[in-house]
Every structure is written in C-alpha cells, then in structure tokens.
C-alpha cells in the first residue's frame, strides 16, 4: 500500500536559518503530494501540493519539488521565522488519484527560535 | 466562505459510552473525509462520504460509523468508547474526489475516562 516518510523530529532552526524536511514516499501510480501544517490545537492546514512529476509547489516562502525519479517530495524554506514553529506533515492522495484518502507521514515538529 | 466547522470541540466521554461527532464542510463541497489523530498512529483514515455515500473506509472496527446528508453535512459515531478512543478527529472536506484540495476543520477533541 501507500505509505510516507518523514524524517524524525523535532527540528530545531534558529531564526533565519535555511530549513530542510526529508519526505519519501511509496505508492503505485501516480498520486498527488502533499505539505499540511499543524499549529499548537488547531487543526491541518495545506501548505502546498504538486500533482505531477516535476511540478514545484510553493507557498509562503516554503517550496517542494515532486521528484518522481527518487520519490520524494522534501520541504525546503530559505529562512525560518518564529512563526514557523508547527509541526509538519508530508501527504499523498490515494492510488485512485482522489483526495479522498490522504496517507500521511508522521509529522516533523519544527521548532524556531530568536 | 465560512470553512470547515466541526462541533463540539472537545468532548469528555466515559468508557462504554457513544458518541457523535459533527462536520459542515465549506459550502458547495460534496467530499467530507474523517480522519483519526493520536500520539502513537499519527493521522489514520476513518472514513470518506460523498453525495452522501460512503466511498471508502478504513481500517477500523465497526464501532465507527458514519454518515452524510443531503446538505453533505457529516456525522460520526462511535460506540462502546474504550479509552484507546481517546483522540483528535479530523474532518476534512473537498470540493469533488479527483485530485482537488481538502481543507480540514480544527477537530473534535475526545477524551475517554
């Protein structure tokens, strides 16, 4: 079945440092993938997503490129700030190519301070 | 556009009790998945509806239903609560179920004594 790794938390940056989160994933055909963002008792948040090999999704400052060649989907932003502190979870859609069942990673708790 | 709202936020149940949970999802969205949080398994798939339909489900013990209706609006159950119960649900909804976005409600809090 579909499955994803994230690399083991928790990261700890300090503020402005460039940051990287691992994401590897498993499934058969093509899914879509996936960055949520979880803060302190709320709920998922998507932060990005790519739907095809190569595709480079972005969004506030953060970026992922879909790596089909080595399956991965890794997190990359240029400089944290302290309002990144979140925890991270990398995603794929289901074999169907749906939304509907999305399997996560983990999660990679972020930490960032001044 | 108002987002997910799911109802109550928290909840404190005892042992052997039942429970609904509710969802709305965003307006115009027909897809409304349920997803199960814990410390120790992460993010599980419960449950997906649409047009009230359940599409897929996963694995969990019959204990955990649900259901959708004709406003998509969704609820879940579940019954004879054990303390493993204990968890945030997630419910995420879409707009169909090809590749589109889900966006997630701020979740249920349960809590099994």
Same mark, same amino acid.
């Given at each position: ?11 700890? &940056?300090?503020?402005? /440092? ?8 498993? /499934? ?5 993938l ?9 709920? &998922?948040? &998507?932060?990005?997503?790519a739907?095809?090999a190569?595709d ?9 490129t879909y #790596? ?5 989907f ?11 502190? /979140?925890?991270?979870?990398? /995603? &794929? ?15 990679? #708790? ?5 | ?15 052997? $009790? *039942? ?11 027909? =897809? ?8 120790? *398994? ?5 449950? %997906?509806?649409? =047009?009230?339909? *359940?599409?897929?489900? !996963? ?5 955990? =239903? !649900?259901? $959708?209706? +004709?406003? =998509?609006?969704? %609820?879940?159950?579940? +019954?004879?609560? %054990? ?14 179920? $090809?590749?589109? %976005? ?12």
């Open positions: 079945g579909n499955s994803v790794t994230q690399m083991e938390g928790p990261v700890t &940056l300090s503020e402005e /440092a460039f940051l990287t989160i691992n994401c590897t994933y498993t /499934a058969t055909g093509y899914p879509s996936f960055w949520y963002v979880q803060y302190p008792g709320e709920g &998922l948040q &998507l932060l990005l997503k739907t095809k190569d480079k999704g972005s969004n506030k400052g953060f970026e992922a #790596r089909k060649e080595t399956t991965s890794h997190l990359e932003k240029g400089s944290v700030q302290v309002s990144d502190s /979140a925890v991270y979870f990398c /995603a &794929l859609t289901g074999a169907a190519g749906t939304a509907s069942k999305l399997t996560f990673g983990t999660g990679t #708790r972020l930490q960032v301070t001044l | 556009k108002a987002g997910v709202t799911q109802t109550p936020r928290y909840l404190i149940k005892t042992r052997g $009790q *039942q429970v609904t949970l509710s969802c709305s999802p965003i307006s115009g969205h027909r =897809s409304v998945s349920w997803y199960q949080q814990t410390p120790g *398994q992460g993010l599980q798939f419960l449950f %997906e509806y649409f =047009s009230e339909t *359940q599409r897929n489900k !996963g694995n969990f013990p019959g204990r955990f =239903s !649900g259901r $959708q209706f +004709s406003n =998509s609006r969704s %609820e879940m159950n579940v +019954s004879t609560l %054990e303390l493993g119960d204990s968890a945030l649900y997630l419910c995420a909804s879409s707009y169909g179920t $090809q590749n589109t %976005e889900a966006f997630f409600g701020q979740g249920t809090r349960l809590t099994v004594v």
